[in-house]
């Protein structure tokens, strides 16, 4: 029981890392700005549900995709983490792509739920782990992550005024830096594996 609390945890922490649902707070609340709490809801559901569906999708099939392309285990975390570590690194340096047209608030929850919340290292990070855990880990740690990112994402607005963008910007710097670390730890893992 305990190693399966500790495979949870370490899966929602990884999946919760690659969503940084913070980095979403400020271009979400400029894009629902003015909308009614109900609006600002229903975008925040459709982001989750977009990210959601994606990650279900990659987590249930990803054995038929290994198999179609040929791909091992080993190679798929070696790949995977260096792509990680340097989403880890833009987040740590503050490098990002923000999508142009933030005027549309309708379009707010497709944006946000990809490729914000739910792009490359999302899919791969989903895919890594059931490799490592099977199925059932992965899926209730993106439960658990797409609910706490509604959370963060509804509230969005109250958690700028509270702590503003530059307190916010350091917890998705700390994140970006979780990010490559568990990025290496594949890395080695996938190498070992290889050799």
Not at 161 to 185: C, K, N, Q, S, Y
């Amino acid at each position: 029981m305990e190693e399966f609390i500790a495979s949870l945890l370490y899966s929602f922490g990884a999946i919760f890392i690659i969503l940084d649902p913070l980095l979403s707070v400020p271009i979400f609340a400029e894009m629902t700005k003015g909308r009614t709490d109900e609006e600002i809801n229903h975008q925040a559901f459709i982001a989750v549900a977009v990210a959601g569906v994606l990650m279900y999708i990659f987590l249930f099939f990803n054995f038929l995709i290994f198999d179609t392309l040929k791909i091992t285990i080993a190679s798929f975390e070696v790949a995977g983490g260096v792509l990680l570590f340097i989403l880890g690194m833009q987040e740590s340096l503050g490098i990002h792509i923000h999508p142009e047209d933030k005027g549309q608030a309708n379009a707010a929850g497709v944006v946000i739920g990809t490729p914000l919340l739910c792009g490359p290292g999302t899919i791969t990070t989903v895919l890594l782990l059931s490799s490592q855990f099977g199925v059932l880990i992965p899926a209730l740690a993106i439960a658990f992550s797409l609910v706490a990112t509604w959370l963060i994402l509804r509230l969005s607005s109250l958690i700028l005024r509270v702590f503003g963008d530059i307190v916010i910007g350091v917890f998705a710097r700390m994140l970006g830096m979780l990010l490559a670390a568990i990025a290496v730890t594949l890395i080695a893992r996938g190498v070992v594996s290889l050799v």
